[in-house]
DNA sequence: CGCGCTTACTTGACGCTTCAACTCATCGCG
DNA sequence: CGCGATGAGTTGAAGCGTCAAGTAAGCGCG
């Protein structure tokens, strides 16, 4: 690789490992909650989450995918398990046959209203409530900027 | 859940946004550079950094998994596969015949070596470079305050 | 109007992580 | 000494994510 790789001083080194243990805990705790609390991965509760915000209940796979975060065809598979689970329906579109139209069901919409309080509580006492306004802010600046050199081409 | 579950506000939810967005993202860009650059997982990286720096370039299984952040069954998967790719051997202690000391070998030496400087370089361009240093800073003590109310007993 | 190209998604196979069983080795205690 | 309990790792099956290949519907251009 690069031939002159200077190595992180000494501060830096300890910011980037809080960081790094920031990175690998903090989703660990989140997920446990969810799954314990609802039976849900992080995924599939983002999933059923953002069809429940939709107009109709709705959205088609590729839209669904990218507000989560994942591959089509991961998003395929997830949403496949949950229709068996009876969380949501997949319905071809009207006006054109490649697209697949995700719906969520009663039973699907049930369950992301009786997560997403414990979530949103795991979320603030976890992040919110160990911070200080001012710090809120410093980390959604510090964020945003490393957000920018990792996805340049990506909003705000 | 609990009937008392407070929303986020406007801005408590930004920040936790970008956050999550953090969270996602730069894991995926730092395991794609090792990946691409040295055939390594992260993990695989983490482990192999270990034995490098321990005395005598042996790790026993357990004290390894926990210096990687990972179960001891995963720790055995891994070295298994790292061991017959040549990177690690396996011994069982001489003084004690239930515990297994992985020690890496030339090949898996210089396998870290050369995948080092790419990963130090990846960390530097995406975080430290994209922050003051007293950004660098808060991101610590942000760091370490949030970890703090996720895993209580932890050193620092 | 038909044939190839593109778009949108689905599927199957493979690899990795987890979980629960299992194997040995050692320790404690009668 | 013997034997159950505990400790350290390993193993195999099951589930999830990814990658590559497959399928089917629309579009475009001759």
Request: glycine letters at 8%; charged letters at 25%; one cysteine or more.
């Amino acid at each position: 690789m690069a031939g002159e790789a200077k190595w992180l001083e000494q501060d830096e080194l300890a910011s980037w490992m809080s960081l790094a243990a920031l990175l690998f805990k903090l989703p660990g705790v989140l997920d446990f909650q969810l799954q314990r609390d609802s039976g849900l991965s992080h995924f599939e509760y983002l999933v059923l989450a953002g069809l429940s915000e939709s107009p109709g209940r709705s959205r088609r796979m590729s839209e669904l995918a990218g507000f989560a975060n994942g591959s089509l065809s991961r998003l395929s598979h997830v949403v496949k398990r949950l229709e068996q689970r009876g969380f949501v329906e997949r319905h071809p579109a009207e006006d054109d046959g490649r697209i697949t139209v995700a719906t969520i069901t009663d039973a699907g919409y049930e369950m992301v209203v009786s997560a997403a309080p414990g979530h949103v509580t795991a979320v603030r006492e976890y992040v919110i409530d160990a911070l200080t306004p001012e710090q809120l802010t410093q980390l959604k600046t510090i964020a945003d900027q490393i957000l920018a050199k990792v996805d340049p081409g990506r909003p705000c």
